[in-house]
């Protein structure tokens, strides 16, 4: 099946602890993306990638870091440094035609807690 | 950055009733999607429409680009229609590379409830 997988569905972190979220998507996307949900609210974008070996920062980057060293792959890693690390995190992914980026799509999601 | 506000924030309505949904954003975009959330925290996708008219069942979504708002309709509505409705949209960029430059920027939604 073509689509877009988190890993894990939860995960439960202790304070202080860096934790990585997987997210691996074989729709041969260009473009990557980690958004972050709290309760309630809407999504926020963390951090996107258009290529592989290059990632930009979203509106709320601080307290995580990605790699992308594979088209299909880009895990998020949650820092000790990130204050309120607890919400639903949600991976999405798209492509790009004629300059007009197509239609995207997301994972399941991981829920994130911290203990 | 772009602006996205949707409307209404909650509605509330008898199973068989119609709604309609807004989104307003500030800026010209050259996609835009609506998403329902599951009760299981998914993203469903229901329409890439940036721009025009388009219809799936129950569902129609319409895109008027140059006046900055879209509209979802749900008609007949079931309880498993429930949920919220996310709007998205990607902005042009001034200048970009590859095609685009920023993710999908999110309305806070529009939390819906059918009641039976």
């Known amino acids: 099946d073509g689509g877009i997988t988190q890993s894990p569905k939860y995960l439960f972190r202790k304070e202080g602890q860096n934790v990585t979220l997987s997210c691996e998507q074989n729709?041969?996307?260009?473009?990557m993306y980690w958004y972050r949900q709290d309760p309630g609210q809407g999504l926020r974008l963390i951090y996107y990638?258009?290529?592989?070996?290059?990632?930009q920062k979203g509106d709320i980057a601080e307290g995580y870091s990605v790699s992308r060293e594979k088209k299909e792959s880009f895990p998020l890693t949650v820092t000790s440094a990130q204050k309120n690390p607890t919400a639903f995190y949600l991976c999405?992914?798209?492509?790009?035609?004629?300059?007009?980026?197509?239609?995207?799509?997301f994972g399941q999601g991981t829920r994130l807690t911290v203990v | 950055g772009i602006q996205v506000e949707q409307s209404p924030p909650d509605l509330i309505l008898q199973e068989g009733a119609n709604s309609t949904l807004r989104c307003n954003f500030s800026d010209s975009v050259n996609n835009l999607q609506w998403f329902h959330q599951n009760p299981w925290g998914q993203l469903i996708n229901l329409f890439y429409?940036?721009?025009g008219t388009k219809q799936n069942g129950r569902l129609s979504a319409t895109t008027v680009a140059t006046e900055r708002y879209s509209l979802l309709y749900i008609s007949s509505s079931q309880t498993t229609d429930s949920g919220v409705y996310f709007c998205a949209v990607h902005r042009i960029p001034p200048h970009t590379r590859g095609g685009g430059a920023d993710g999908l920027t999110f309305g806070k939604g529009t939390h819906l409830i059918i009641q039976p």
């Open positions: 729709l041969n996307h260009d473009a």
């Open positions: 429409i940036p721009s």
């Open positions: 990638s258009q290529i592989v070996n290059d990632f």
């Open positions: 999405a992914s798209s492509i790009s035609r004629e300059r007009r980026w197509q239609q995207a799509f």
